[in-house]
Nanobody
Framework: QVQLVESGGGLVQPGGSLRLSCAASGSIFRVNAMGWYRQAPGKQRELVATITSGGSTNYADSVKGRFTISRDNAKKTVYLQMNSLKPEDTAVYYC????????????????????WGQGTQVTVSS
């Protein structure tokens, strides 16, 4: 059993910043890629950013230049620094990770992420 514990969501004004954190624990020996997805009301879940154990990153076009993903491999923790937030960033943000079983597959493939967090709400509003 693997658990992903997210923290850092909340309410912020447009132009503000938030930092999300997600720690993986449980019976997962090595984590390959970790990342963040989000789902706004009435919309499909979409990729925000992912990062591999080697540090290779991938971002959605809508967040490039504003969001930064990073990770601490030893702690099996991934972070998402979100700057210049916009109302359209409002969504439930989900942490995801995948095991080394999926090594070699693109980190963009949502279907390769084995484990998901419960989600944390991010609301950008004045």
């Amino acid at each position: 059993q693997v658990q992903l514990v997210e923290s850092g969501g909340g309410l912020v004004q447009p132009g503000g910043s938030l930092r999300l954190s997600c720690a993986a624990s449980g019976s997962i020996f090595r984590v390959n890629a970790m990342g963040w997805y989000r789902q706004a009301p009435g919309k499909q879940r979409e990729l925000v950013a992912t990062i591999t154990s080697g540090g290779s990153t991938n971002y959605a076009d809508s967040v490039k230049g504003r969001f930064t993903i990073s990770r601490d491999n030893a702690k099996k923790t991934v972070y998402l620094q979100m700057n210049s937030l916009k109302p359209e960033d409002t969504a439930v943000y989900y942490c995801a990770c995948r095991s080394y079983f999926w090594m070699g597959r693109s980190q963009k493939e949502e279907g390769t992420y084995d484990y998901w967090g419960q989600g944390t709400q991010v609301t950008v509003s004045s």
